[in-house]
């Protein structure tokens, strides 16, 4: 196992030198962030971005994300052009050491919430999300500050992007991750390189758009369109621990081999469809963390894991969820678990 962080590149307040002083830290995961969608990132901005983490002592080998454009998604325009583009961005990457590649298959948006900097009872600040304020909100008028959302689109493209969605099904999403999928996992066995699907989150629908990474008969499914061990998943403990239904520790178990990057934090379950981001330890919400890792070690996991969205803490102020000083914390946790983990067998 490999305790990554994640790196926004050198508009980050977060700096390569931070990282590399949190003692459990083998590398960082990042992508190139100046590309359009769709194209094939340059040699040149691949081979500086890898510079840049050797030289901090950090290793390089897992991207997040290599983006899926909305034209591969709804199986049409320069869907194939897109995919093309994408097979190249594999090759290179793995030709600089890169080894899993995590992306999501959301339409228009990635993750949602609806307070970036709730209010904790310690005065810590982090991600909220409440179904009734979220839907309550019009999309196209951009009302609400989301990922992906008003930095992304204009207004317009906004509107015309979910326009192409009017009428698109759960079936026809499968349809194009399907094509997806076996248009590039031949060039990823070619390579060495195993892609990680991110679940959807929240992991159910939004607006009317499809969300289909959700709980474990989409895993099912999602392995039935292409059995490459290639074709694999990040688990985000987050994301799935939304569902109250989702028993992440047996999840895990049945996703044997399949999870090639983790993504590890705590959620506190507030409501119906409703909850709130708070520290990794077990006792602050309502995910066991330790029976989570316990279940990756037992299973034999040897993949990548990183400390995921944290608090504003100790009076930091930095991109929501991404701050330095909760995830340092984070890490510390669960590689304390892990080690923990290692040395009761001996």
């Known amino acids: 196992m490999k305790l990554v962080f994640r790196w926004y590149g050198e508009s980050d307040k977060v700096t390569l030198e931070n990282i590399r002083q949190i003692p459990v830290i083998d590398g ?53 052009a897109h995919i093309e583009a994408y097979k190249t961005n594999i090759v290179r990457l793995a030709k600089v050491g890169v080894k899993v590649i995590c992306y999501n298959f ?12 709730k209010v904790l009872p310690d005065n810590s600040k982090a991600l909220y999300y409440n179904e009734k304020t979220v839907l309550a909100m019009n ?20 509107r ?39 679940p959807d989150d929240p992991p159910w629908g939004i607006f009317g758009l499809p969300r289909i990474i959700v709980d474990e008969s989409s895993y099912q499914r999602l392995f039935a369109l292409n059995t490459s061990i290639a074709n694999g998943v990040t688990f985000c403990t987050g994301s799935l621990g939304a ?11 049945k996703l044997e081999g399949r999870i090639h990057f983790a993504h590890l934090r705590n959620i506190k379950i507030t409501g119906e469809r409703s909850f709130s981001e708070v520290a990794h330890p077990t006792k ?12 990756l070690y037992d299973s034999g996991f040897d993949g990548y894991i990183r400390p995921d969205h944290g608090r504003m803490i100790w009076g930091e102020e ?6 330095l000083y909760d995830r340092a914390l984070g890490a510390m946790y669960l590689a304390g678990i892990w080690e923990a983990l290692q040395k009761g067998e001996r």
């Open 318 to 323: 930095g991109r929501p969820g991404y701050g």
């Open 28 to 80: 960082i995961v990042s992508a190139i962030y100046d590309t359009p969608v769709g194209t094939a990132w340059s040699k040149a901005s691949i081979n500086e971005l890898v510079a840049k983490a050797h030289a901090s002592g950090l290793s390089f080998e897992v991207v997040e994300s290599v983006p899926v454009s909305e034209d591969i998604k709804l199986g049409s325009g320069k869907a194939k």
């Open 284 to 295: 602050c919400g309502s995910l066991d963390i330790y029976k989570i890792m316990k279940a």
């Open 160 to 198: 015309d992007i979910l326009a192409k969605y009017k009428g698109f099904t759960e079936e026809d999403l499968w349809s194009s991750l399907k094509c997806f999928l076996n248009e590039i996992i031949p060039v990823c066995e070619e390579y060495g390189v195993r892609m990680a699907i991110h």
């Open 106 to 117: 959301m339409p228009v948006f990635d993750w949602l919430r609806s307070d970036l900097a």
């Open 139 to 158: 999309p196209t008028e951009s009302e609400l500050s989301l990922p992906g959302w008003d930095a992304s689109y204009s207004q317009k493209e906004l």
């Open 243 to 253: 569902a109250i239904a989702n028993d992440l520790p047996s999840m895990v178990h």
